[in-house]
Each structure stands twice: as C-alpha cells, then as structure tokens.
C-alpha cells in the first residue's frame, strides 16, 4: 500500500499542496492542472487512484470521469471526487458515472486519508483477483487472457514511440509423441521446466513470456530489433535443449526441443495490426518446423 500511485487532479494549486502534504507521507502523489493533462499522464503511467476535482477550465470533471470509464485502460482506476459542489444530486451524478467516493471541500485531511485508504484497500483486493485470472494455473506464468492485454498496450505504445515490438512464438517440438510416450503427467512437469526456463531467460525487464495455449508460449519484447529478437530466440532454444529433458520418440533429438516464429514490427508503419505480427511470427513457425523444427525462423 505504502507505495500506490495517486493522482490529483485539480486546477486550484492550494488544494494541489493541501492533497499532496496529506497523503505524501503514505503515498507517490502526482498533480495535473486539468483533465487534458490527466489523459496525456496516464498514456505513459499506471495510476492506483485519482482524486478529481469536478470545476475546472475545459473538460469538467464529470465528463473526464465518463472518458475515464468507457476506456478499458482506465475502467478499473478507481476515482474520488473531490468537489465544492455538495448537493445530492451532484454527488449522485458523480457516483452514478462511476466514481467511487465523494468528498466535498472543504475537506479535512483524516477524511480525505480515510477515504484513500478504503479505496486502495478495494483496489489491491480486486488487483490480486485480476492477477489470479491472468496467471495460467499449470506453468505459473502470464496467460493467453493477459497476454492479450499486454501485447495490446505493447502494440499502442510502439505505435505512438515509434519503437519496435518483436514477438516470438515458441512451440515444443513433438510434443504429443511425449504425452503419448511418457504419459499426461511427465508433459505437464515438462511444460512447466520449458515455462519457467523461458522466463528466466529472457533478457529485459520489459521482456514478457505468456503461455499462448497448449504446448506453445509467446514473447513479446518491446524496443528489440530482428537482431535482438532472433538473439535471443537463438538462445531460448539452446536453453530448452540444455535443459536435457528425455525425448526418446522425437524423430530430430533425444530430448526435448523447440521451434520459433520471430517477426518485428518496426514502429513506422501505421497500416499493419497488431494481429498481423501474430500471423507473421506464426508464418515463421511454420517454417522452422518446415525446415526440421528444433531452430529460429524470422518472418517479416
Ligand atoms: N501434458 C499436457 N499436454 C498438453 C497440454 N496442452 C496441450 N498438450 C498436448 O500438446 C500436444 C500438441 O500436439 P501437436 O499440436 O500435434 O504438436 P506436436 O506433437 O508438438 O508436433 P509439432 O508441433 O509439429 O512438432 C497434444 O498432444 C496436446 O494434448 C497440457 O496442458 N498438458
């Protein structure tokens, strides 16, 4: 809790300094003049709660709050008001748009705290469940729900950067030939070595490994170039055959292996989708598999 992300935004720079000695001590608290600047914000960073004030130049608070919840990307933030306007009926509108709490100023600091601090006790509670239906229950790592959600974001912020986003599709070689062989079970115990294996060995801390169904994993490694992405698909798949995980009924190795997919998207070109790098990175699997699987083809 010590560290959550709170957001003021507020056009009277008083209340700025007022909000934020109350809540410093406790929390990371950031302060925008208006809703423009609140939007711009949360483009590049994750916020735990926002404190919105209703009277301010341009968009008013109520409006920013109904931009606010009809964006998947900022639905869940949860949202104080904090408003000189105290009839009912403003704050019934207010709650009815979707916020969760409203304060009328003046306000008193232990109020405000209080009120802080029930919210971001809500929001950990509903993050935790949100990370429970994210995580694949076999290999503990990211699943296809997440990773759709992530590679979304990822795909945005490329676009707008003009960075490149690679992608890796990773698939175990033979794999039913083992479950057939070595029995349900033993595919399971392998599935999680290649997992966690696959994860450890990723490079950067953006880097980001989900299980895409089955026995095939997906990466998604923001800022790498075709050189970088295929670096380190060279590697993953050099680390899963040093893993030495018997295969004796694989027709290419006596162990277990894997094929990649790789493709890039370089950022510059605003007619592709996202799903296009899917297909792309899948065209390359194909291909590795085609051209005797265990290895690394790039698509682009
Ligand atoms: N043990 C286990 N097996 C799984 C799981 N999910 C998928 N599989 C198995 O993975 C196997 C995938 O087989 P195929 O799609 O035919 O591919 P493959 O045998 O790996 O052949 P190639 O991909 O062409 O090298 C199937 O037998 C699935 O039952 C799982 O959670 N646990």
């Known amino acids: 809790m010590k ?12 209340n700025q300094v007022i909000l934020t000695k109350t809540l410093t001590p406790q929390y990371q608290v950031h302060c925008v003049n208006d809703a423009e600047a609140m939007f711009a914000w949360l483009e590049d960073n994750s916020v735990d709660l926002i404190l919105l004030d209703i009277m301010m130049p341009g968009m008013d608070g109520y409006e920013a709050l109904k931009q606010l ?10 949202v104080i008001i904090i408003s000189a306007n105290d009839s009912s009926g403003d704050e019934a509108k207010g709650l009815e748009l979707g916020a969760m709490d409203y304060i009328t100023k ?6 405000v705290r209080a009120r802080v601090k029930n919210q971001l006790t809500i929001k950990q509670k509903n993050d935790l469940l949100e990370m429970l239906a994210s995580i694949d229950g076999l290999t503990e790592i990211p699943n296809r729900r997440y990773f759709d959600e992530h590679f979304a974001r990822e795909w945005r912020r490329s676009v707008r950067a003009g960075l490149p986003l690679s992608v890796l599709l990773i698939d175990i070689d033979y794999f039913k030939r083992y479950n057939d062989n070595y029995g349900h079970q033993k595919g399971d115990e392998c599935l999680k070595k290649v997992a966690s294996a696959l994860v450890n060995n990723c490079q950067r801390g953006s880097d980001f490994i989900a299980r895409y169904g089955g026995e095939e994993f997906v990466a998604v490694l923001p800022g790498s170039e075709e050189d970088t992405a295929m670096a380190l698909a060279n590697k993953l798949c050099r680390v899963i055959r040093e893993l030495n995980i018997p295969h004796i009924d694989s027709p290419i190795a006596e162990h277990i292996t894997i094929s990649i997919g790789a493709t890039t998207f370089n950022g510059d070109n605003n007619d592709s989708c996202e799903m296009a790098l899917i297909e792309n990175a899948d065209k390359g699997m194909y291909q590795a598999k085609k ?4 290895g690394a083809v790039f698509h682009s």
């Open 3 to 14: 560290s959550a992300k709170i957001l003021i935004v507020d056009d009277d720079e008083l």
């Open 291 to 294: 051209a005797g699987r265990n």
């Open 106 to 111: 003046p306000f008193g600091s232990a109020i």
């Open 69 to 78: 919840k009809h964006d998947d990307r900022t639905q869940p933030i949860p």
